[in-house]
């Protein structure tokens, strides 16, 4: 079907609205008449992630185990999440079960959800925080607020092996090693590390990463007021933060670029060799994905092997390098307001510890929250790397040095800041860690 | 340039105008552009028309539009007329009073507007669309409006009156004939902010069914990454109703129309 | 008629008159003193009911130390307000919204009023695709300006490229990333987005003029900056003037194109009043603090709306 955009223009301006009119009538009247045996109950499901494109799957393989429930999903993007759910979630017609990222915004949210312990030890079991991973970052003040559903972790970097093959690169392990390799695939006209530093929460990865290198997971307890964060050492973290910048590690423009789509984009495309993503990215390294993306990226994308390493020494003797960060990347809430507590915890069970859903989650390569699903090493597009960093970062999430999510939002916008500032020249290292130190005082009431 | 231009005024003027233009056109070229990458033009915006329920939406965001310029019209009108044309206490009182409504942030109108709608029960009721939207449009257009009829002569609407018509008789048969262009800046302005929404209908309209065109990008936005050329294709066709409307209300712009009539 | 004056009626017979002869055109004989106010009344009921009503909403909320979230917040009195003042953040986003107001509203008129009478007469071929690509900007959702505006403004991205083709061959300035630049890169997307708006509300002033008064001048042998200066300029008044306010009033209430292009950044260097707001309410949960910024936003915006109204009154007498 060929239409051309003055043939469409003039359709949609007179006929169409005439003619959808219809479509749209049975469309609202199906919608309301859909006849329904009395057992049967809808379940709405609000979530970030999944998204449109990979919200029928999870439904089919449920509503198949369950077909007594039906789940209506709506996908909203995080930009808009958080201000939509905070309203409909204190509502009737808002959703049943709601997607919760960890940090600020389930200490915040946490008023908004069941509390879901007694229903856990009940449907899943008593022992049900032994078979999942990291459910404490869901408790707020003894309340359960959430299930996890997929563990990630930061403190990555990936590259693009194509690339750096083609530039007679290899990967790099230190500041020095990675100067040289970005000096190699510069040569070839690929932009070395890109960083979508307009996006908080990458530039938050990366300087935890290059804290963790200096002093290893002071950070968290810094940020939680039990350590002090106005010291050497997380100003020494600033001034190397700024130097990846000044010293052409970090592309310039970087802090009015996006890590989502900017950054991404650009790494997808083949246009950057390297990128600061965790975990989440690891289906990139599955052929099924890599051919999946071919509609957004072209061809290319298919021949591209993505490869994650540790983030490298950057501070020059690092006490450790490859340690992870994170935790649950979405846990799984119930409206307080729910009516169908029963059926929602259904959904909540399924998604978080049930083998079918569990084992959907493993087949992208993303770490399940349910421990007794292993996650696979089939369908890789370059095995003899790719293995390797998998069975690492098994390791190492098992292992995790932080929870990487601030929960104090102040205290994360307080980083954020003094991180672009020093980045854009506009402070100094010290008064960074000093204005960061204020908010952790003033947060945690000292 | 007035009046009948010569050889050399319209060449200045193509050149001055082509000049002034081509900075606004490049970006746009830029847009378009973009929507091309991928799979190209005819691969991305099949998409759109095709795996997404674009039909069904611009359905909903032509009746949320309908409703938002049919409500704004007929109140910006009468009170522009009142505002403008007659003389009143406390006129000057009243007309700030809903001029405050040009200032307000829209992020301080959500969460009250959440709870007026949830104590009507009007979840997934285009009014809990239209009402608000035409609010928050009126300040604007009764500004532009009044401003506009204030500056008919008071001699034609006397004229009227002396003919016999009543005030409304004046209002429909002088005065909104007379005040096309403004209609049409109205007209373009209400359809522009009714049609380009997206948080309203996002919190109010939760049906799949009712959701609006501003949605439409979201069926290629994903989690991760998203299919950035058929975001940008999914833009371009949404804004292509919005310049058919102000191109077709071009008319209403034509010289000497209200102008002519008037003396 | 004291509110007339934002608009200088641009047809001379009714443009000064002394305010008894107003008053005695205004009402005739037999107008009920009701009338008005049946006119003024559906729009005043759902500027109430949906604005008013946010107001004092948001009033309330503003004395309360309250997330947005929790069932009740903690009644604090005017300690928001205090706060607020002793918030550098709050005085430095003033800053960037008075250099960008001015900035914007001027060039924005300039070009708006340009492009209206060179598109106004018939002396331009092709003049229906002119108008399209003045008026394009206004419709095209933030979310492709933006994106497509952080894509031009990179360092390697199309502005730096003409600037290379034009010999500048050291550009390679990050406009969006630059605290230097970024209020500038950003007040020149407003000015692309929003010169067409002024256009439009040109385009319908001066089709509403006399053009009798333009051939008479033609007729007195009239160049055309002086048919302009002394014809044109004083008819589209009113239209200046609503544009200075509603230009003034745009500037505070800019958000979309600051959020999602730099997000107030690097640093504060970008920050608005509104994204602040937004930040403030969304970002840290301080549905408190937000309501009281919004309020001395709506203050600050009728201050300057009196301020004027004023103004436009005393260049009118």
């Known amino acids: 079907m060929k239409i051309t955009a003055q043939g469409w223009m003039t359709k949609v301006a007179a006929v169409t609205v005439i003619a959808i009119a219809a479509v749209g009538m049975t469309a609202c009247s199906t919608g309301s008449s859909t006849t329904s045996s009395s057992a049967k109950q809808t379940i709405n499901w609000w979530s970030w992630n999944p998204d449109n494109t990979q919200d029928k799957a999870w439904i089919t393989a449920f509503e198949k185990e369950h077909p007594n429930i039906t789940v209506k999903h709506r996908f909203i993007q995080i930009a808009d999440y958080p201000n939509a759910v905070r309203l409909a979630a204190t509502s009737g017609s808002g959703p049943d079960v709601f997607g919760l990222q960890v940090g600020a915004m389930t200490t915040q949210f946490a008023p908004l959800t069941a509390d879901l312990a007694p229903l856990a030890a009940k449907n899943i079991g008593a022992d049900w925080k032994s078979k999942l991973n990291a459910t404490d970052q869901l408790v707020v003040s003894g309340k359960q607020v959430g299930l996890p559903w997929m563990i990630t972790g930061g403190g990555l970097v990936w590259y693009n092996k194509t690339i750096f093959d083609k530039a007679g690169a290899t990967p790099p392990t230190n500041l020095a090693e990675w100067q040289t390799a970005c000096a190699k695939i510069e040569a070839i006209q690929v932009k070395c590390f890109i960083q979508g530093a307009k996006d908080d929460w990458v530039n938050l990865d990366v300087y935890q990463t290059i804290a963790n290198q200096i002093t290893p997971g002071t950070f968290y307890k810094a940020v939680n007021g039990k350590a002090s964060f106005n010291s050497a050492d997380f100003t020494k973290a600033f001034t190397i933060w700024k130097s990846l910048f000044s010293d052409g590690i970090i592309q310039s423009g970087a802090l009015a670029t996006t890590q989502y789509p900017d950054a991404n984009d650009a790494f997808n495309k083949g246009q950057a060799a390297m990128i600061a993503f965790g975990t989440w990215n690891d289906d990139h390294m599955t052929t099924a994905t890599l051919a999946a993306n071919t509609a957004t990226y072209g061809d290319q994308i298919k021949s591209s092997v993505f490869v994650p390493i540790a983030f490298p020494d950057v501070v020059g003797g690092a006490k450790e390098t490859g340690r992870l960060f994170g935790g649950p990347d979405v846990g799984w809430a119930i409206s307080a307001k729910s009516t169908k507590q029963a059926a929602a915890f259904t959904l909540v069970q399924w998604l978080t510890s049930s083998k079918t859903a569990q084992t959907m989650m493993a087949t992208s390569l993303q770490t399940p929250a349910l421990k007794s699903v292993p996650v696979p090493d089939t369908g890789l597009a370059d095995p003899a790397v790719q293995k390797p960093a998998l069975a690492e970062q098994a390791k190492q999430i098992g292992n995790l040095i932080g929870s990487r999510q601030i929960t104090n939002a102040d205290v994360a916008t307080a980083l954020s800041q003094a991180l672009s500032s020093v980045a854009s020249g506009q402070m100094t290292p010290a008064a960074a860690s000093a204005s960061v130190q204020k908010a952790i005082d003033t947060a945690f009431g000292k | 340039m007035f009046g009948r231009p010569n050889k050399r005024t319209r060449l200045i003027a193509q050149i001055a105008a082509t000049a002034l233009a081509l900075p606004f056109l490049l970006p746009l070229v830029a847009i378009v552009a973009e929507s091309l990458q991928g799979e190209g033009f005819i691969k991305n915006y099949q998409a759109v028309l095709t795996k997404t329920p674009i039909l069904q939406s611009a359905l909903n965001s032509a009746i949320i539009s309908a409703g938002v310029i049919a409500l704004v019209y007929v109140c910006t009108m009468l009170s522009a007329y009142a505002f403008g044309k007659m003389n009143f206490a406390g006129k000057k009182l009243v007309f700030n009073a809903i001029l405050v409504g040009l200032v307000l942030p829209t992020i301080a109108l959500v969460v009250p507007l959440f709870l007026i709608v949830q104590k009507l029960g009007l979840f997934n009721n285009y009014l809990a669309v239209i009402v608000p939207l035409a609010a928050t449009v009126i300040p604007f257009t009764l500004l532009l409006t009044r401003n506009y009829l204030a500056a008919i002569p008071d001699e034609v609407l006397e004229a009227a009156r002396i003919d016999g018509c009543s005030s409304f008789g004046t209002l429909v048969r002088i005065v909104l004939p007379l005040a096309k262009p403004i209609t049409a800046v109205l007209v373009v302005w209400a359809f522009l902010q009714a049609w380009n929404e997206f948080f309203l209908p996002l919190l109010f309209l939760q049906d799949q069914s009712l959701q609006t065109v501003t949605t439409i990008p979201l069926y290629f936005t994903g989690t991760y990454g998203s299919d950035q050329p058929k975001i940008f294709a999914a833009l371009v066709l949404i804004c292509l109703p919005i310049v058919i409307a102000y191109l077709s209300l071009q008319k209403f712009f034509e010289k000497g129309l209200s102008a002519g009539a008037i003396k | ?317």
């Open chain 3, 1 to 317: 008629m004291t509110t007339t004056v934002i608009n200088k009626p641009p047809v001379q017979s009714a443009s000064v008159k002394p305010p008894a002869s107003r008053r005695s055109n205004g009402r005739t004989p037999g107008q009920r003193a009701i009338t008005p106010w049946l006119y003024i009344l559906p729009a005043a009921i759902l500027v109430v009911g949906v604005i008013y009503v946010g107001i004092g909403y948001t009033g309330w909320v503003s004395t309360l130390n309250w997330n947005g979230i929790d069932a009740s917040g903690r009644q604090v009195g005017f300690d928001n307000y205090i706060a607020a003042a002793e918030d550098p953040v709050l005085w430095q986003a003033l800053g960037h919204v008075l250099v960008f107001g001015i900035l914007t509203i001027v060039i924005q008129m300039v070009l708006g009023l340009i492009m209206a009478i060179l598109l106004g007469s018939n002396a331009v071929f092709g003049r229906p695709i002119y108008k399209v690509v003045m008026f394009l900007p206004v419709v095209l959702a933030p979310a492709a300006v933006a994106t497509a505006f952080r894509g031009i403004l990179a360092p390697d991205g199309q502005f730096n490229g003409l600037l290379h083709a034009l010999g500048i061959s050291s550009a390679n300035s990050a406009w969006l990333a630059d605290p230097h630049f970024a209020l500038y890169s950003i007040a020149a997307i407003n000015i692309w987005q929003w010169t067409g708006f002024s256009f439009l509300l040109y385009q319908a002033a001066i089709s509403q003029i006399d053009q009798t008064l333009f051939e008479a001048a033609a007729i007195d042998g009239a160049g055309t900056f002086k048919v302009v200066r002394y014809i044109l300029l004083p008819q589209v008044r009113g239209t200046t003037a609503t544009l200075a306010l509603t230009g003034c009033i745009g500037a505070l209430k800019t958000f979309d194109i600051v959020y999602l292009t730099t997000g107030g950044g690097p640093g504060r260097s970008t920050e608005f009043l509104t994204t602040y707001v937004y930040k403030q309410v969304i970002e840290q949960y301080h549905a408190g603090y937000s309501a009281a910024l919004s309020i001395i936003l709506l203050i600050l915006a009728l201050t300057l709306t009196a301020i004027q109204i004023r103004a436009y009154r005393f260049g009118e007498d």
